[in-house]
């Protein structure tokens, strides 16, 4: 029986994800695991891209900022006092905070972007904020969705890794 990525399946995806340069800026080296069907496991149009598709099948989806991880914004850049932080330091780190008005679920994971004398600077956009993304994926398995899995709206098998 020749399955196909249908709602309510749970699809293993080999992918990659370049920049419209041709960059690679996720290799994807851990395969995704999501659930299909409108869970929001997955950007929508990859997830329409994929619906009836066949294991060994590949798509190519082109999204746009918006239709990935948003657009870069000016506000989510913070420079905060050097002495705030830990004595080991170095850019790429990542800290949690929340906006200064926020509720308690507002936080925003901010990365280390520049470490000056003083300063340091946190940016709590997504690293592929602001860029057109290509995403490849080939589907490398098909199985029907537990009742479970269903009901809470994504995969229990511990590989649950977002694209």
Known sequence: ????????????????????EGEVVDE??????????GYDDIFPKIEEALQGKGIGESVQVKLQPDEAFG???ASLVQIEPRQDFPKELEVGMQFE?????????????????DVADDKV??????????????????????????????????????????C
Do not use: W
């Open 71 to 73: 657009d870069y914004d």
């Open 121 to 162: 600077v946190l940016d709590g956009n997504h690293p592929l904020a602001g860029m057109a993304l290509i995403f490849t994926c080939t589907v490398t398995a098909i199985r029907p969705a537990s009742a479970e899995e269903i009901e809470h709206g994504h995969v229990h098998n511990g590989d649950e890794d977002e």
């Open 97 to 113: 905070g929340g906006p200064e008005d926020g509720g308690e679920d507002d936080f925003v994971i901010y990365r280390v972007t």
């Open 1 to 20: 029986m020749n399955m196909q990525v249908v709602k309510n399946s749970v699809i293993n995806l080999d992918y990659h994800v370049t920049n419209t």
């Open 28 to 37: 994807g080296r851990e395969a995704l695991v999501y659930l299909h069907g």
